[in-house]
């Protein structure tokens, strides 16, 4: 069997296993997050860049050379002796504010000293000092000042209870990232846009509709967030002044309970979007939120006329353990 040397102790890979599986049955707090090579929180390098082309899906051309690579996606066919990335790969932040948008939800605004390119809608990893790791999407612009996630309370959420908790504005954090595909591509602003998500699944929702009106976006842009009940629901104000603002965007709320009163629809979300788009070739679409919602929608809208290649969707599964690994949010 391989075996995988980290901090001078070897250690043996199971069949089967990545090197992140392995770290972690041995008792090694690597940070992680999705476990899906999407988030890449569990970026590690290898003192040997070789054998590591099926681990470095997505990561910049400079950390490919340099022998970085995923460690959820590294299953090693020989030894291998790996460290966790410096500071070169990680951009230090400090958290300036932080807001109650509803009772579990949380605005918290970062602020780097150094560039931090990315597109409203992807995500980043936000690392404690203490190698705690979570995923969560950009809901701001570029051109602000400050970096904006919402951070979902999860009870038992290591990253999610220190920041609704304890209250750490002024402290320093490390980011990691960013990552994914959801965010808005200008060259097209006829193109009809549909955004849907649930939760704090309307973070990036929020930064791609905000980038599409920022860069002369005319085509029509629906918006449509869902909740269990309306008390789910948040950025509602911010929204309808936004909508009121450009006769081309459209913000549709729903929950599945309690709902028909105070403009929010009662119902599923898939059913709101039946009623005001029955039909859907030509759109491009971004899907956030939770993992099942995000895969129904996909297969619906996909059935409904939209090309799978413009249905654009992020998701991360949550994680309710109060340990120190990393846990990851639904697409914020």
């Given amino acids: 069997m391989p075996s995988i040397t980290f901090e001078g102790q070897d250690r ?3 069949p089967g296993e ?3 599986d392995c770290l972690l049955r041995s008792g090694v707090a690597v940070p992680h997050s999705c476990k899906a090579g999407a988030c890449q929180s569990c970026l590690m390098k290898a003192e040997a860049n070789v054998g590591l082309e099926s681990a470095q899906a997505g990561l910049k051309d400079t950390l490919r050379a340099q022998g970085y690579f995923l460690a959820c996606s590294l299953r090693p066919s020989a030894d291998v002796a790996v460290s966790l990335p410096g500071g070169e790969v990680r951009t ?3 958290i300036t504010r932080l807001d109650s948008l509803n009772e579990t939800v949380l605005r918290v605004r970062l602020r780097v000293e ?3 390119p990315y597109y409203p809608g992807q995500f980043l990893s936000l690392v404690r000092s203490d190698g705690l790791a979570r995923s969560y999407s950009l809901a701001s612009l570029p051109h602000e ?9 999860i009870p038992g959420g290591a990253m999610s209870e220190w920041l609704h908790s304890d209250s750490p504005e002024g402290e320093t954090v490390w980011l990691q990232g960013p990552a994914g595909n959801c965010f808005y591509v200008p060259g097209s602003p006829e193109e009809p846009l549909l955004l849907v998500g649930t939760g704090t ?4 929702l929020y930064g791609i509709a905000r980038d599409a009106l920022a860069q002369g976006h005319t085509g029509p842009i629906w918006m449509f967030h869902g909740a269990l009940t309306p008390a789910g629901l948040y950025l509602t ?5 936004m909508s009121a603002r450009h006769a081309n965007l459209h913000y549709v709320r729903a929950a599945l309970r309690d709902g028909g009163v105070d403009g929010v629809e009662d119902g599923e979300l898939d059913a709101c979007i039946r009623a005001r788009l029955p039909k859907l070739a030509g759109f491009k679409a971004y899907v956030c939120g939770d993992p099942a919602l995000v895969n129904s929608l996909r297969k619906k809208l996909f ?4 090309a799978s290649k413009a249905i654009y969707a992020d998701a991360f599964l949550p994680s309710s353990s109060p340990s120190p690994l990393p846990q990851s949010a639904a697409c914020t």
């Fill in 237 to 241: 104000r911010e929204l309808q002044e």
């Fill in 303 to 306: 059935l409904a006329g939209i």
């Fill in 114 to 116: 150094e560039p931090f």
């Fill in 18 to 20: 990545t090197v992140l």
């Fill in 92 to 94: 230090a932040a400090r």
């Fill in 201 to 204: 699944g309307l973070a990036p």
């Fill in 145 to 153: 000042s400050d970096l904006e996630l919402h951070v979902r309370r």
């Fill in 12 to 14: 043996e890979v199971l």
